[in-house]
């Protein structure tokens, strides 16, 4: 199966889920291909291809399970059982074998990762869309070397202002392709 086919498959099986579980606004089904993967897939533009990827908060699998499919190493780490399960079932239809399910909050994935990799840095990024305001996300990677590459709302220079009365970082905004939004890149330094 191509990426085209496994994409058309994942809208399949989402619509399918979602008529038992909620994983995304049921006014947006019918635009899975535009508003959810297209939204995803614009991070494949900026994203550094020898990376492992960290998706944090994954519910439906945006962006995680869209950059699976586009080639990339990623671990999704979702705490709802449900959507786990989801997870779980398009990963082996898809045949992702890039692609890990972590089944718990990202406050208990991230130093059990860490250590177990013995660092606090690494050949990683987090990314994240419709997870949480960013100074929580930078919470949660407090005292680690990493970047960022999140798919954030209209909100997003304010969620920024905000996080810089907490923490020192760099970042780059790039208007979304898909919507209103943007894409934020940060460089978080420890």
């Known amino acids: 199966m191509n990426s085209k086919e496994k994409f058309k498959r994942y809208a399949e099986i989402l619509r399918e889920w979602s008529e038992k579980i909620n994983l995304v606004a ?32 994954s519910g439906a699998g945006f962006p995680g399970v869209v ?12 705490s709802i059982g449900k959507k786990v399960a989801f997870l779980n079932a398009v990963r082996d239809e898809l045949k992702l074998e890039n692609l890990t399910i972590y089944h718990g909050r990202v406050e208990n994935f991230l130093p059990a990762f860490l250590k ?8 990683f990024v987090v990314t994240a869309r419709a997870f949480a305001p960013l100074v929580k996300i930078l919470d949660y990677v407090r005292g680690v070397n990493c970047r960022l590459f999140l798919l954030k709302g209209q909100k997003t220079p304010a969620e920024i202002d ?9 970042y780059k905004l790039i208007p979304s392709k898909t919507g209103d939004g943007f894409i934020v890149i940060i460089k978080k330094d420890r």
């Open 26 to 57: 049921p006014s947006t089904l019918g635009d899975i291909e535009n508003r959810h993967i297209a939204d995803s897939a614009q991070l494949a533009d900026v994203l550094p291809h020898d990376t492992e990827i960290i998706d944090f908060g």
């Open 67 to 78: 950059l699976a499919i586009l080639g990339w190493r990623v671990t999704c780490i979702e």
């Open 116 to 123: 177990k990799n013995g660092k606090k840095t690494g050949n």
């Open 162 to 170: 905000e996080a810089k009365q907490k923490y020192h970082f760099d």
